[in-house]
């Protein structure tokens, strides 16, 4: 499985990005799917994650009501789309894949993933 993620770059707070992953390889629509970040300094964590089907999603506090996951199995890939960015949204994005999980899955631990595309930074400046 290949993960490839797109989409980063910089912005202007209050501005919008949508970032995308596309993968290959594998059944994709066995893969529960995530978006992790990791800021200079700080450890990698859990964005935003979307089950098998899609209908199942789970979002950190600090992003509720601003970012939205989604999935287009057909295409084999998910998208984050950020609205409304702050300044401490900024850090290398990740896009990673669970293929051993379960329909209702929703894993936050970084173990649990398998594969992890490359990263993409966004910057938001203030």
């Known amino acids: 499985v290949q993960l490839q993620a797109s989409g980063g770059g910089l912005v202007q707070a209050g501005g919008s990005l949508r970032l995308s992953c596309a993968a290959s390889?594998?059944?994709?629509?066995?893969?529960?799917m995530g978006w992790f970040r990791q800021a200079p300094g700080k450890e990698r964590e859990a964005v935003a994650l979307i089950g098998r089907s899609g209908s199942n999603t789970y979002y950190i506090d600090s992003v509720k009501g601003r970012f939205t996951i989604s999935r287009d199995n057909a295409k084999k890939s998910i998208y984050l789309q950020m609205n409304s960015l702050k300044s401490e949204d900024t850090a290398v994005y990740y896009c990673?894949?669970?293929?051993?999980?379960?329909?209702?899955?929703?894993?936050?631990?970084?173990?649990?993933?398998?594969?992890w595309g490359q990263g993409t930074l966004v910057t938001v400046s203030s």
């Open positions: 990673a894949a669970d293929v051993n999980a379960i329909l209702t899955d929703l894993p936050r631990q970084i173990e649990r993933y398998d594969y």
């Open positions: 390889g594998g059944t994709f629509s066995r893969f529960a």
